[in-house]
């Protein structure tokens, strides 16, 4: 059995900024078993293989994501219930949430959205293009998904702006510092009874009342009417139960597809040649956004918590510990992906977890955000665009999503 | 995708996949796969296979092992000796 020669620290946020830590996450995957994780006095079991997180993420009756908490660190009782959405939940009650919004983001009712996708990617590329560069996260990586999901929910899309800058400051939630003072937004909640800690929940809770109302009034076929009307065994969701659902639709809807959009952009321009593949062969397209998912890795942990006395990887798990699956260490797993750090656009097969190691939280928005990814790709195929980015991206200070807040990139061509 | 332990037993033919309903969360990739064979029901978001359909094996172990809440099992496959499975389910249908 290897030992753990070193104590790895991986929930630093700084230690972000220039990207995910593939070798210290390298040095974890060489460990047998899981590897004890040290946190705030206490610990988790990271597991970092593919293989292991597969076995957590698919056994959802060991491996809770109703208990303590689906981020790293624990929420007391009352915080927990306040916060419960989707994510942070069990079977059955899990199964009664997802089952109100599953429909509309199965990947044939998805289809309907791809000409209002397309429109949206052209103008924001048009835009890109007409500039001769720029930001790329705020000229298309961001607006791209925010107006599509929007679109999707009901949403009026003038809001775009402000829900964008809301999520980027949930995502400042996870880590250690925040910009925003705790009554922001006139919050008066204690902070650690929203999500992510942060006052820009409460202003996204807010936003979605005003949006409840005036759905309420004149009900339209949006995913908000939707969330508000959808009963299931005759019960409508709680005001609780649609505060979270919105405030999550709106974070999951557009952080993560504009991680992914943003990454893709400079994977591309660092690898001209693997975009050449693809401009020579656009038939590869299918493969190239599995691939761009994999190297993003929007979301990089999620956590469970053992509901019983359990063993993984020969590591014995005691009820009550925390476990915490490392997409973006098994994302990158060299017992899975040959030459994993190489940008390989015909990777097939290509079982990422960008969407989560399977089981029933998967990914609600994974056609949706396949789809988007795949139009911004064609449509930049059709442009013949070649891209190079200056300077150094910036990117969130998080251990939670790899996000890129901006990075310049010019027009090569 | 032949290491599949129901698949060795039983000769290659025809299948018909059964989904777990406490257990499919309506993702909809069954639908994807197969838009032929399965469906994802509009007011339930339960994933079925179409009635009088069924899938060569190959492409029914497709969907068992790309089920991402492992929702789907193989049923019944013809000429095997697991027929009863079908007839159980239709009585259940009827």
Partial sequence: ?413 | MTNDTKGESLEPGNARVVVDQDKCVGVGKCEMLEPEAMEVDEDTAIASMIEGTVLPLERAQKLVTECPSSAISIGDIEGSQTSQNVEQQNAEER
């Fill in chain 1, 1 to 413: 059995m290897t030992t753990v020669a070193f104590v790895p620290d991986v929930t630093t946020s700084d230690l972000y900024l220039d990207g995910i830590p593939h070798e210290t996450f390298a040095q974890m995957r060489a460990v047998d078993g899981l590897v004890w994780h040290p946190y705030e006095g206490g610990g988790f079991w990271a597991a970092t293989r593919h293989a292991d997180v597969l076995t957590i993420s698919k056994d959802s009756e060991r491996f809770s994501s109703a208990i303590g908490h689906t981020n790293l660190w624990d929420l007391e009782a009352d915080a927990l219930e306040a916060r419960r959405s989707l994510i942070d939940s069990d079977a059955p009650e899990h199964t009664r949430l997802r089952r109100v919004v599953s429909k509309a983001f199965t990947p044939k009712n998805i289809r309907a959205w791809e000409e209002v996708t397309r429109n949206i990617a052209v103008r924001c590329l048009d835009d890109f293009v007409a500039q001769g560069g720029g930001d790329w996260v705020d000229l298309v990586a961001a607006p791209v998904p925010i107006n599509v999901i929007l679109t999707i929910m009901g949403v009026p899309l003038e809001d775009a702006d402000l829900l964008v800058e809301l999520s980027n400051y949930l995502v400042e939630g996870t880590g250690e510092t925040q910009s925003l003072a705790p009554d922001a937004f006139g919050n008066t909640t204690e902070l650690r009874l929203l999500p992510f800690n942060s006052p820009a929940s409460h202003a996204l809770f807010e936003y979605g009342g005003k949006i409840r109302e005036v759905r309420e009034a004149d009900p339209k076929e949006d995913l908000v009417t939707r969330l508000i009307f959808a009963e299931i065994d005759g019960e409508r969701l709680t005001k609780s139960e649609y505060q979270n659902f919105f405030q999550l639709v709106v974070f999951a809807g557009n952080e993560t597809t504009r991680t992914a959009m943003s990454h893709a952009a400079m994977a591309l321009a660092a690898n001209p040649h693997q975009w050449q593949r693809l401009l020579d062969d656009p038939s590869m397209i299918d493969s190239a956004v599995e691939e761009l998912l994999r190297w993003a890795s929007p979301v990089m942990h999620m956590r469970r918590t053992a509901a019983v006395d359990a063993e993984v990887a020969g590591t014995a798990i005691a009820k009550g510990d925390k476990v915490v699956m490392w997409y973006s260490s098994a994302n990158f797993d060299e017992a899975v992906f040959a030459d994993p750090q190489i940008l390989d656009l015909s990777r097939d097969p290509n079982p990422h977890f960008a969407f989560g190691g399977g089981g029933s939280h998967y990914c609600l928005g994974a056609f949706l955000a396949r789809m988007e990814l795949k139009i911004l790709l064609e449509e930049m195929i059709r442009r013949d665009l070649r891209l190079s980015v200056v300077g150094e991206p910036v990117r969130a200070p998080s251990n939670f999503v790899q996000g890129v807040l901006s990075v310049d990139v010019e027009i090569t061509k």
